[in-house]
């Protein structure tokens, strides 16, 4: 009963059009008169108990480095040095956009910030090179998720919080599953560019490579600052954040002077206008997540899963098929905040180590910012390039697909995720 009235008023006040982060306070508020609990005081309080948390101060300057990256020259620095190592190869616009977008999964943590720089650059580059629009379109898409998965992510900041997980150990144990997403769009991306009749450009030569390298080494550089400070631990995720930040700042004003000082204003009034959206869900979602508790829902979740719990591979198949339906649905933000405080008492009952779970779950959820019909990246994609939202979905679909079946294979072989983790981790 207790689940049945959660979900009904959550997803009943999502139907109705309610902004998702005020359909979280409602469905909090029925709980709370279910639960015979109703105080204001308490709602009030877990509102604010739930963003006052120092790790969260990543998230905003994480934004601000994404902004001032796009702003300041560094986004298209990273593009313009892929282009120069493969773009000659045929379809190599193509592999320019997931080497490109794993570059700056490494310096922004954002998807939506991360698809709209490579739509904005590339996707006029591959319809003019000849390459089909929606597919074109459907890679960059399935190439922008693997922001929340390389670190710095975004995604690991607040699943970390939530789930009382080192924040660190995330995002080292994020690269190499990144990686394999990357390597699986490169080979689907492979499979389908053998059909079409395209003439790739000459290759650069190596003095042009080197001068692209020489431009984007201030770039490159910010990615190595951070993953050799969090593995060394000469700094916290949150300063880590800081610096990511402060240092874009220098690159673009100093360095590259791509970025005037009026520009400022607006780059942090982005940053800031999408601080506000992610910070007022976790807000929200700190009441759904105390009632959670309260309710004591993860012993019902682990009655629930009981059959599986003797086999975490198959406990964990479940959760991902639960993941990927919720992810249909909901953003990535809220469903790490709604099914975290469910999730982990039944992971940890299992055995199943907390940070691997952590890394397949925000790689699920990233995969679920382009399932239709709720998928944000999807829609990023087809405002930037002036397409229709199907098309964008037909393209991205033998994309999605690659990224299921490794997420999939990490299930069936968590050492796909576990040994590199430890061993970065020293």
Same mark, same amino acid.
């Given at each position: ?307 599986? @719990?003797?086999?975490? /591979?198959?406990?964990? !198949?479940?959760? %991902? +098929?639960?993941?990927? *339906?919720?992810?249909? #649905? =909901? ?57 229709? @939202?199907?098309?964008? /979905?037909?393209?991205? !679909?033998?994309? %999605? +697909?690659?990224?299921? *079946?490794?997420?999939? #294979? =990490? ?16």
């Amino acid at each position: 009963m207790t689940v049945g009235i959660f979900l009904g008023s959550l997803l009943g006040a999502m139907a109705i059009g309610i902004p998702i982060a005020y359909a979280l306070l409602a469905s909090g508020v029925a709980l709370m008169w279910h639960l015979d609990l109703f105080d204001a005081q308490i709602l009030a309080q877990n509102v604010i108990n739930g963003a006052d948390s120092f790790p969260l101060l990543a998230v905003p300057f994480f934004m601000l480095a994404g902004e001032i990256m796009n702003v300041g020259g560094l986004s298209a620095r990273i593009v313009k040095f892929a282009l120069s190592l493969v773009g000659h190869i045929k379809g190599g616009l193509g592999y320019v956009t997931i080497l490109a977008a794993c570059l700056l999964s490494a310096l922004s943590g954002s998807a939506v910030a991360d698809a709209a720089a490579l739509t904005a650059l590339l996707l006029p580059m591959m319809v003019k090179a000849g390459h089909d629009k929606s597919r074109a379109g459907g890679l960059i898409a399935a190439a922008g998720i693997i922001g929340p998965v390389i670190p710095p992510s975004i995604g690991f900041v607040i699943f970390g919080v939530a789930a009382n997980v080192s924040i660190s150990k995330l995002f080292l144990a994020g690269i190499v599953p990144g990686l394999l997403i990357g390597a699986a769009l490169w080979l689907t991306w492979w499979l389908q560019v053998k059909r079409e009749n395209i003439t790739p450009p000459p290759r650069k030569s190596m003095a042009e490579v080197m001068e692209s390298f020489r431009s984007c080494i201030w770039a490159l550089l910010l990615p190595v600052i951070i993953l050799v400070g969090l593995r060394f631990g000469i700094f916290t995720p949150t300063e880590s954040a800081v610096i990511a930040a402060v240092y874009a700042l220098f690159v673009s004003v100093v360095i590259y002077r791509e970025m005037k000082l009026s520009q400022l204003y607006g780059v942090f009034v982005a940053a800031a206008k999408t601080t506000s959206v992610v910070m007022f869900l976790v807000a929200a979602a700190m009441v759904s997540a105390w009632l959670i508790t309260v309710a004591d829902l993860p012993s019902k979740m682990i009655d629930m899963l009981e059959p599986f @719990m003797g086999n975490p /591979t198959l406990l964990m !198949i479940a959760i %991902m +098929i639960l993941v990927m *339906i919720v992810g249909t #649905a =909901m953003d990535m933000t809220p469903t790490i905040l709604v099914l975290t405080p469910v999730l982990m008492p039944v992971v940890k009952a299992a055995g199943i180590d907390p940070v691997y779970f952590g890394v397949l779950f925000i790689i699920n959820n990233s995969i679920g910012l382009i399932t239709p019909p709720v998928g944000t990246v999807l829609s990023t994609v087809a405002g930037v390039g002036r397409m229709k @939202m199907d098309e964008v /979905t037909k393209g991205v !679909i033998p994309f %999605m +697909i690659a990224e299921f *079946i490794i997420m999939f #294979a =990490m299930v069936l072989f968590p050492s796909l995720v576990t040994v590199p983790a430890k061993w970065f981790a020293g």
